[in-house]
């Protein structure tokens, strides 16, 4: 019996493109002989989501995230494989499934432009059949956790980026989707107000049991909100499961900073120093030797205070897409 | 002098080049300007099974305006209507910044960079429509024909250009222009027929507000031998003070212009 | 079906209230679209007035009534463009439109019903500057002006749909300008766009009468300006109706296949 509210076999995406070189010369010889190369959007992904889950899905721009979001929504068929989602087809978008769901992609809006968002919620109702009384329930609940009263009367051409981001959330939120597929929601947008999103769209999840499938390529999207990450490069799977794990299973590396009280010495005997200043040393050692180098900087040296860190996940990502690539 | 033409010609591999990959477009393009031929033909015919001139002209005199139409129709949108287009968008975007900091005159670069071979399909079939039109005619047609009928279409043109250039610099100012861009173009369709069979008011508009006498209603005149002696002189004379009057509202804009973005 | 109701009435509200914002530049293209049947009307009564006063049964009056009703209906039968449907397809919009539970014609439809609402607001002058202007002759009976109000609207559904259908077809492919264009081209031709039908050959008006564009432009605009009886009335409006139902089931089984190949593709 599956309990899964998402799940993925195998599921792959494949593209066939025309290939050219420049100049005048090979336009007119491609006028008479095409030649095409097949691009492999996703190969062969595979997951389960259970209710309840947010999940990031993370990588390089063209990994092939956005695609999965697609097909999972709807909006491509799989070249192989056939995703579940909500006990539904995706591709045979059913309007029972579709109004379960909601795709907030970064970059592309559904507001009305020239008129207040309060307008385009009204539509957003009447699309969805959403019940009024529920409908006005629902979107104050919204406006206060937000605190957009005021904003969600003035044009939208006459507002921020991210405060149109907020009422694209809104928006798309207002039939209460049991599944949110966001493609890169904080993008453009300052620290704030990213995190103003991410607080909501987790007060979302906790409120409603809502699964969330997050794309982002923002780290720090990622580490706010989902405990489960998927990575994904050149449409691979190359990792699926706790975020700690993933630095765990691919860092190599902890990183020391060090405090002194007074002067400063020679550290690069302990290990790679990344940074020294008057006072400061910041230290990249082989994880298997941090006990051992702690040990003798405590010894050896007149340190006021040392950690111990895991480094930057970026590097760790950077690391791991650097080491596929190369395998690739 | 040399390095513009260098530019051109450049710009004018580029754009071929582009247009050569899309190698079905030439077809398609060609079958668009037989069914416009068709169209226009079919209206002619329609008209003249209800009567045999039309304000003093015979049908193959209005098939030479028809290929004029055609012809010129050809040129604004293979070389005038796409630059003018990228103008537009350039500036409403803000991105007009890259073409004027260039080293070359921005005037002349926004206006030479798009090229739509295969547009130049209407040329072609204007041509023939133009000769056969010509052959019907049995008139007296010699190099002096030929020669005023050259200078005409290229006076008109240059003037068609102007205007063009002068209309979409006025985005500068309004920023939205498209409407007004719309309306213009809809005002070339009345080229189709020769300006004289137009009310008064509305003929002087289609003179010297939207060029479309010169551009096609002359360059016909003189293939029929309607000429008068001031018409050429008199289109040079309109020519040059259409050419400064866009060169000034041209450098008036850009002077204004400080691009879409703070 | 309360529910499409509910959701064509907010929709033409969006629409009204986003096109009364632009009303200036919708005065503009309304003008721009004056400029092709004045065109017409100038070309006919020149040959009208050399033929002795009347072709084909048409005063200049009688032909700048024609045209000036032309307007009204042309401004209630412009509706998506199959390039907009290609522009729409290839900009990423379309997947923003399929992710709603709804057929997105319904939003085509109704948003367009709510703009013809502002622009026959704003016709009204025009049109009465060009009565002023060409004196056109004018004399329907009660019955043709309820005809006419009713047929403008037909026309504006069944044209939503031939366009629909044809713009459908760029989910297979990009490459139908040319048709496009031809498809135009007939309507130009069949549909009493370009002269009033009855100027035409009678083996013409034969075949446009199986066709649908005759019941876009030639039928409403005659309904009121023409001597036409309550039979051929109400028969053309049946002949509308027929129309929109057979438009309605093409789009439907192109749509079905459409969106198949088009979630193969994507964008």
Not at chain 2, 34 to 56: D, K, N
Not at chain 2, 90 to 117: C, H, M, N, W, Y
Not at chain 3, 82 to 106: A, F, K, T, V
Request: aromatic share 12%; hydrophobic share 50%.
């Amino acid at each position: 019996m599956r309990t899964s509210i998402i799940s993925a076999e195998n599921l792959s995406k494949h593209y066939k493109v025309p290939v050219r070189e420049a100049g005048l010369k090979a336009a007119t010889r491609s006028l008479f002989k095409r030649s095409y190369k097949t691009i492999k959007a996703v190969d062969e992904i595979s997951f389960q989501i259970e209710p309840g889950e947010v999940v990031g899905f993370l990588g390089p721009n063209g990994a092939g995230k956005t695609t999965t979001l697609k097909m999972l929504s709807g909006l491509l068929f799989p070249t192989g494989g056939t995703p579940d989602v909500l006990g539904f087809q995706p591709s045979r978008r059913q309007a029972e499934f579709l109004s379960q769901i909601t795709l907030v992609m970064g970059n592309r809006s559904q507001l009305a432009w020239d008129l207040p968002a309060l307008d385009s919620f009204d539509l957003q109702r009447a699309i969805y059949g959403i019940p009024r009384g529920e409908f006005e329930k629902t979107r104050d609940e919204f406006i206060e956790m937000l605190e957009i009263k005021d904003l969600v009367k003035k044009p939208i051409r006459n507002l921020s980026l991210g405060e149109r981001m907020k009422m694209e959330i809104v928006g798309s939120l207002l039939h209460r989707p049991k599944v949110l597929f966001l493609d890169e929601p904080t993008i453009g947008l300052d620290v704030t107000m990213q995190r103003r999103i991410r607080t909501f769209i987790a007060d979302y999840n906790q409120r409603t049991g809502a699964t969330v499938l997050l794309t982002s390529h923002y780290m720090a999207d990622v580490e706010a909100l989902c405990k489960r990450v998927l990575v994904i490069h050149n449409g691979r799977l190359l990792f699926d499961g706790d975020l700690s794990g993933l630095v765990d299973r691919f860092s190599a590396f902890k990183t020391i900073g060090v405090t002194l009280e007074n002067g400063y010495g020679n550290f690069s005997q302990y290990g790679e120093v990344l940074n020294q200043e008057a006072g400061h040393v910041t230290l990249r050692i082989p994880r298997e030797k941090t006990p051992e180098v702690t040990a003798r900087i405590l010894a050896e040296q007149p340190v006021d205070d040392l950690t111990v860190e895991d480094p930057p996940i970026e590097d760790v990502i950077e690391k791991v897409f650097a080491q596929n690539s190369a395998e690739a | 002098m040399l390095k513009t033409i260098t530019l051109i010609w450049n710009y004018l591999r580029i754009g071929i080049a582009n247009e050569l990959q899309y190698r079905v477009n030439f077809f398609i393009q060609l079958l668009q300007s037989f069914i416009a031929l068709g169209t226009g033909l079919i209206g002619l015919w329609l008209v003249f099974s209800h009567t045999t001139t039309l304000a003093g002209w015979t049908q193959p005199e209005l098939l030479a305006v028809m290929g004029v139409y055609i012809l010129v129709g050809g040129i604004i949108q293979s070389a005038i209507q796409p630059n003018m287009q990228r103008l537009m968008d350039e500036i409403q975007s803000g991105t007009l910044d890259f073409a004027l900091t260039k080293p070359v005159d921005g005037q002349i670069l926004v206006s030479i960079r798009e090229f739509r071979f295969w547009q130049l399909t209407d040329v072609l079939v204007g041509s023939v429509v133009l000769t056969i039109a010509v052959i019907q005619l049995q008139e007296q047609f010699g190099p002096l024909q030929a020669l005023s009928f050259a200078v005409a279409l290229l006076l008109g043109g240059i003037m068609v250009y102007c205007f063009w250039l002068m209309l979409t610099t006025t985005a500068f100012w309004l920023i939205r222009i498209w409407e007004l861009v719309n309306l213009f173009q809809g005002l070339y369709a009345a080229g189709r027929w020769p300006v004289s069979i137009y009310p008064n008011w509305l003929r002087l508009g289609l003179t010297f507000l939207v060029p479309v006498a010169f551009a096609v209603t002359v360059p016909a005149q003189a293939l029929t031998n309607r000429l008068t002696s001031t018409t050429l002189p008199g289109a040079l004379g309109v020519t040059i003070l259409l050419m400064l009057l866009s060169r000034f509202i041209w450098k008036l804009g850009v002077r204004g212009y400080s691009g879409a973005s703070a | 079906m309360k529910r499409y109701n509910d959701f064509y009435l907010t929709s033409m509200k969006i629409a009204i209230l986003e096109q009364f914002q632009y009303r200036a530049q919708n005065y503009f293209y309304m003008v721009g679209v004056i400029v092709e049947p004045t065109i017409y009307l100038v070309v006919w009564s020149t040959i009208a007035s050399q033929q002795g006063g009347s072709v084909g049964g048409y005063t200049p009056g009688a032909l700048a009534a024609y045209y000036i009703v032309w307007t009204l209906v042309r401004q209630m039968n412009i509706v998506f463009t199959p390039y907009g449907w290609e522009d729409r397809i290839q900009h990423g919009r379309l997947s923003m439109e399929l992710l709603r539970p709804m057929h997105p014609i319904h939003y085509d439809v109704s948003y367009f019903a709510g703009w013809k609402v502002v622009m026959i607001l704003l016709w009204i002058p025009i049109a009465a500057g060009l009565a002023l202007i060409f004196k056109p002759t004018l004399d329907p009976t009660w019955l043709q002006v309820i005809v006419f109000l009713v047929a403008i609207w037909g026309a504006y559904l069944v044209r939503t749909m031939i366009y629909a259908v044809l713009g459908l077809i760029t989910l297979w492919t990009t490459r139908v300008s040319a048709l496009f264009e031809l498809i135009f081209a007939l309507e130009l031709i069949l549909s009493g766009r370009f002269v009033p039908m009855t100027l035409m050959p009678g083996w013409v008006q034969r075949i446009a009468f199986y066709l649908p564009f005759q019941w876009t432009f030639f039928f409403p605009i005659n309904a009121l300006v023409g001597k036409v009886g309550p039979v051929e009335l109400l028969s053309g409006l049946g002949m509308q109706l027929l129309w929109i139902l057979i438009g309605v089931g093409i789009v439907n089984i192109v749509w079905h296949f459409g969106v198949r190949r088009f979630s193969a593709v994507g964008n």
